[in-house]
């Protein structure tokens, strides 16, 4: 192997490692009083205080650094910085869609049902646009962008 793919692969391992860490430190690091309302069955479940401009700097920050260490992930292991500007572009669309559904749902306190606001703070708060895309770039390098 040559050097060049053996570096870009150690910092792809260090950009998930700086992932798992925002996972890890997530209690430390960022304002969530949701954590403990999804897990409680939601008979039980009372909506929590909540600060809504934390919430929003901490949802929002945690979306952009897990996206950026995403969009970093793909540019190293493909090689390609188009594939990263497609990444970082789908964020760049997706955030303020999430974060405008993800409001009137949380104005509404939930009204209709817990489930959609659940996965959209899912969404935001974990890198899975990153295991979405992932296997996307693959078959767009192999096969070719004709065929998607």
């Given at each position: 192997?040559?050097?060049?793919?053996?570096?870009?692969?150690?910092?792809?391992?260090?950009?998930?490692?700086?992932?798992?860490?925002?996972?890890?430190?997530?209690d430390?690091?960022?304002?969530?009083?949701?954590?403990?309302?999804?897990?409680?069955?939601?008979?039980?479940?009372?909506?929590?205080?909540?600060?809504?401009?934390?919430?929003?700097?901490?949802?929002?920050?945690?979306?952009?650094?897990?996206?950026?260490?995403?969009?970093?992930?793909?540019?190293?292991?493909?090689?390609?910085?188009?594939?990263?500007?497609?990444?970082?572009?789908?964020?760049?669309?997706?955030?303020?869609?999430?974060?405008?559904?993800?409001?009137?749902?949380?104005?509404?306190?939930?009204?209709?049902?817990?489930l959609?606001?659940?996965?959209?703070?899912?969404?935001?708060?974990?890198?899975?646009?990153?295991?979405?895309?992932?296997?996307?770039?693959?078959?767009?390098?192999?096969?070719?962008?004709?065929?998607?």
């Amino acid at each position: 192997m040559k050097k060049s793919v053996i570096y870009r692969i150690g910092l792809a391992i260090i950009a998930a490692i700086c992932i798992l860490s925002i996972r890890i430190y997530e209690d430390k690091l960022f304002y969530d009083p949701f954590k403990n309302f999804f897990r409680l069955p939601e008979i039980l479940a009372t909506f929590p205080t909540v600060d809504y401009s934390k919430l929003s700097v901490s949802y929002g920050g945690r979306f952009i650094l897990n996206h950026f260490f995403s969009a970093l992930i793909i540019a190293l292991l493909f090689n390609s910085k188009k594939y990263a500007k497609q990444f970082l572009l789908i964020g760049i669309v997706a955030l303020p869609i999430l974060f405008l559904v993800g409001g009137i749902l949380l104005a509404n306190e939930f009204s209709g049902g817990r489930l959609v606001e659940f996965y959209i703070r899912r969404i935001i708060i974990h890198p899975l646009f990153l295991l979405i895309c992932l296997p996307y770039f693959y078959l767009i390098r192999k096969y070719g962008e004709r065929y998607f």
